[in-house]
């Protein structure tokens, strides 16, 4: 009788072939859970995150991300951070809508300081790798002018663009950035732009300073190439299109007053060359006297449609080309031969009737190491290229995303600074909370291992 009141169990075998599939489903399901937690949604992950618009008070962080959301940015003087700056366009309207750029100013800044923030994003917040970015702002420095660039975005039917992301570069200064507002229209203040050292103003040519725009809107680009002779206003830039207005840019001799040199940005003011017509030959870069960190820098210009120019650089060592003016009225051209650190000189010529026209330019090209600028070399299309780091917002992933030290070094090729960005593990358990399905998993995974022991052992 007794043999019959004894419990029985299931053979060793069995017994253990349930617990290994009971382990193995209920650590699936407990990982699908864990996912569930730690996945940050894409379509709010911060992406193309730039550092603009640098000043002693002041600047600006704007992003794109691939679905509509709303972002804003908390920023402090320790890693604690605390203050939420939001979108520039949440002040400007009662109720701003969510959007796929993003745009937020941090103003009432102490200069010279380091700064830490971080970025909210579709209400989670993303930081560098598990720590706050670092920028550091720029010292104290008045303009002695107003000076300004301008204009509008329109889509391919010619009506106005809002929300597009606006970005300016000049060569040796930081870069600046805009959003257009309902009716397209965008601006952007020249005069305060620093240096990439952000210890003065930037010492750029009113007349005749080449300007790289570039403008998003989360789907399209389109980008611009002027000179500040042609930026207020700029003509209308139509997204998705490239546009060349160099040869738009002519501006009658003298008639813009030279500008008083900048001390305090530790360059030169270089000289403008004046022209009448965009048919006269011009060097738009570089300026006279500039200072080049490239050893093959691109030079641009204008001159007479078609014409064959001589093209010769005069130092220890001498180059001699030629090189043809586009049915545009511009010309670009790079020397095969690295040039020698120090002082050039470029000559430009051509024959026209019989009669030799040319210009010259003075430049400077710094030896490695000599400077933080960064180096414009040529590319086919004429563009300052820049790095782009694609971030993943898993914590889980393996993001090695690039470290945003003090700002003085750390500028990317566009004269800005552009930034990955990671979700903090520890918010983003906080705030994804679990729902309904993820419930059924959770507790699916915990019954079958529970159920496998019970068996074996009971």
Do not use: C
């Given at each position: 009788?007794?043999?019959?009141?004894?419990?029985?169990?299931?053979?060793?075998?069995?017994g253990?072939?349930?617990?290994?599939?009971g382990?193995?489903?209920?650590?699936f399901?407990?990982?699908?859970v864990?996912?569930?937690?730690?996945?940050?949604?894409?379509?709010?992950?911060?992406?193309?995150?730039?550092?603009?618009?640098?000043?002693?008070?002041?600047?600006?962080?704007?992003?794109?991300?691939?679905?509509?959301?709303?972002?804003?940015?908390?920023?402090?003087?320790?890693?604690?951070v605390?203050?939420?700056?939001?979108?520039?366009?949440?002040?400007?309207?009662?109720?701003?809508?969510?959007?796929?750029?993003?745009?937020?100013?941090t103003?009432?800044?102490?200069?010279?300081?380091?700064?830490?923030?971080?970025?909210?994003?579709?209400?989670?917040?993303?930081?560098?790798?598990?720590?706050?970015?670092?920028?550091?702002?720029?010292?104290?420095?008045?303009?002695?002018?107003?000076?300004?660039?301008?204009?509008?975005?329109l889509?391919?039917?010619?009506?106005?663009?809002?929300?597009v992301?606006?970005?300016?570069?000049?060569?040796?200064?930081?870069?600046?950035?805009?959003?257009?507002?309902?009716?397209?229209?965008?601006?952007?203040?020249?005069?305060?732009?620093?240096?990439?050292?952000?210890?003065?103003?930037?010492?750029?040519?009113?007349?005749?300073?080449?300007?790289?725009?570039?403008?998003?809107?989360?789907?399209?680009?389109?980008?611009?190439?002027?000179?500040?002779?042609?930026?207020n206003?700029?003509?209308?830039?139509?997204?998705?299109?490239?546009?060349?207005?160099?040869?738009?840019?002519?501006?009658?001799?003298?008639?813009v007053?030279?500008?008083?040199t900048i001390?305090?940005?530790?360059?030169?003011?270089?000289?403008?060359?004046?022209?009448?017509?965009?048919?006269n030959l011009?060097?738009?870069?570089?300026?006279?006297?500039?200072?080049?960190?490239?050893v093959?820098?691109?030079?641009?210009?204008n001159?007479?449609?078609?014409?064959?120019?001589?093209i010769?650089i005069?130092?220890?060592?001498?180059?001699?080309?030629t090189?043809?003016?586009?049915?545009?009225?511009?010309?670009?051209?790079?020397?095969?031969?690295?040039?020698t650190?120090g002082?050039?000189?470029?000559?430009?010529?051509?024959?026209?009737?019989?009669i030799?026209?040319?210009?010259?330019?003075?430049?400077t090209?710094?030896?490695?190491?000599?400077s933080d600028?960064?180096?414009f070399?040529?590319?086919?299309?004429?563009?300052?290229?820049?790095?782009?780091?694609?971030?993943?917002?898993?914590?889980?992933?393996?993001?090695?995303?690039?470290?945003?030290?003090?700002?003085?070094?750390?500028?990317s090729?566009?004269?800005?600074?552009?930034?990955?960005?990671?979700?903090?593990?520890?918010?983003q358990?906080?705030?994804?909370?679990?729902d309904?399905?993820?419930?059924i998993?959770?507790?699916?995974?915990?019954l079958?291992?529970?159920?496998?022991?019970?068996?074996?052992?009971?």
């Amino acid at each position: 009788m007794k043999k019959y009141l004894q419990p029985k169990h299931l053979p060793i075998p069995v017994g253990l072939t349930i617990l290994v599939l009971g382990l193995v489903a209920g650590i699936f399901a407990i990982n699908r859970v864990q996912n569930l937690f730690t996945k940050a949604s894409p379509e709010n992950t911060p992406l193309q995150v730039k550092i603009t618009n640098i000043t002693h008070s002041s600047f600006v962080i704007s992003w794109i991300t691939a679905g509509e959301s709303l972002g804003s940015v908390t920023i402090g003087e320790t890693r604690e951070v605390g203050e939420i700056k939001g979108d520039i366009r949440e002040t400007n309207q009662e109720n701003h809508s969510k959007s796929k750029v993003h745009f937020v100013m941090t103003d009432n800044l102490k200069p010279q300081t380091k700064y830490y923030f971080k970025i909210i994003s579709g209400g989670k917040t993303y930081d560098n790798s598990g720590k706050p970015y670092e920028i550091t702002t720029a010292n104290t420095s008045v303009p002695e002018d107003n000076d300004i660039a301008q204009g509008r975005v329109l889509d391919t039917s010619g009506s106005p663009l809002p929300d597009v992301l606006v970005y300016l570069s000049m060569a040796n200064t930081i870069e600046q950035a805009a959003v257009t507002d309902k009716n397209g229209h965008w601006m952007i203040p020249l005069a305060t732009s620093k240096t990439l050292t952000l210890q003065g103003l930037s010492n750029y040519d009113r007349t005749a300073q080449i300007i790289e725009i570039t403008a998003k809107t989360g789907t399209e680009t389109a980008t611009a190439t002027l000179t500040t002779a042609n930026d207020n206003p700029v003509p209308d830039i139509t997204i998705g299109k490239n546009h060349n207005f160099l040869d738009e840019g002519s501006i009658p001799q003298g008639s813009v007053p030279d500008k008083t040199t900048i001390s305090q940005s530790g360059f030169q003011a270089p000289t403008s060359v004046p022209f009448t017509q965009s048919e006269n030959l011009t060097i738009l870069f570089p300026s006279e006297d500039e200072e080049v960190n490239s050893v093959i820098p691109e030079f641009i210009g204008n001159g007479p449609k078609g014409k064959e120019l001589i093209i010769e650089i005069e130092s220890d060592q001498k180059i001699s080309s030629t090189t043809t003016v586009s049915d545009q009225g511009d010309w670009k051209w790079s020397p095969q031969t690295p040039l020698t650190p120090g002082e050039h000189r470029i000559t430009i010529s051509y024959v026209d009737n019989g009669i030799v026209k040319k210009i010259s330019r003075s430049f400077t090209v710094l030896a490695t190491g000599e400077s933080d600028l960064p180096s414009f070399t040529a590319t086919p299309s004429g563009e300052i290229k820049s790095p782009t780091i694609t971030p993943y917002a898993s914590p889980a992933s393996s993001l090695s995303p690039t470290s945003l030290p003090t700002i003085r070094p750390s500028v990317s090729a566009t004269m800005g600074v552009e930034v990955s960005s990671s979700p903090t593990q520890a918010e983003q358990l906080l705030d994804s909370g679990i729902d309904s399905f993820s419930r059924i998993f959770l507790g699916a995974g915990i019954l079958i291992i529970l159920v496998g022991l019970a068996l074996v052992f009971f």
